[in-house]
Nanobody
Framework: QVQLVESGGGLVQAGDSLRLSCAASGRTFNIMGWFRQAPGKEREYVGHISRRNTYYADSVQGRFTISSDNAKTTVYLQMNSLKPEDTAVYYC???????????????WGQGTQVTVSS
């Protein structure tokens, strides 16, 4: 059974950094990434890593960095210069399609809360 388990969320102040991890079990993945959902808003794409290439939403470009381990079982989201508007539940996702206009991962984690206070 495939599972994605996120960790590392928490409460931080604006300007702080935080690193999220997502551990996959059951198989390895060539594509893994992150979405987030703020209260009252739709889930939005954050970024993903595919065969060592990384892609980001404009809102996080230059502040967030995605990486993965060589075993392709863990993906990380390093978040720097956090802003209150980054407050959301962050979801790890894997496999499926990740093209602009067709973001359809096959697997999802349960989410981890990130709260950034001003």
């Amino acid at each position: 059974q495939v599972q994605l388990v996120e960790s590392g969320g928490g409460l931080v102040q604006a300007g702080d950094s935080l690193r999220l991890s997502c551990a996959a079990s059951g198989r390895t993945f060539n594509i893994m990434g992150w979405f987030r959902q703020a209260p009252g808003k739709e889930r939005e794409y954050v970024g993903h890593i595919s065969r060592r290439n990384t892609y980001y939403a404009d809102s996080v470009q230059g502040r967030f960095t995605i990486s993965s381990d060589n075993a392709k079982t863990t993906v990380y989201l390093q978040m720097n210069s956090l802003k209150p508007e980054d407050t959301a539940v962050y979801y790890c996702a894997a496999d499926g399609t990740w093209y602009s206009g067709s973001l359809r991962p096959n697997y999802w984690g349960q989410g981890t809360q990130v709260t950034v206070s001003s």
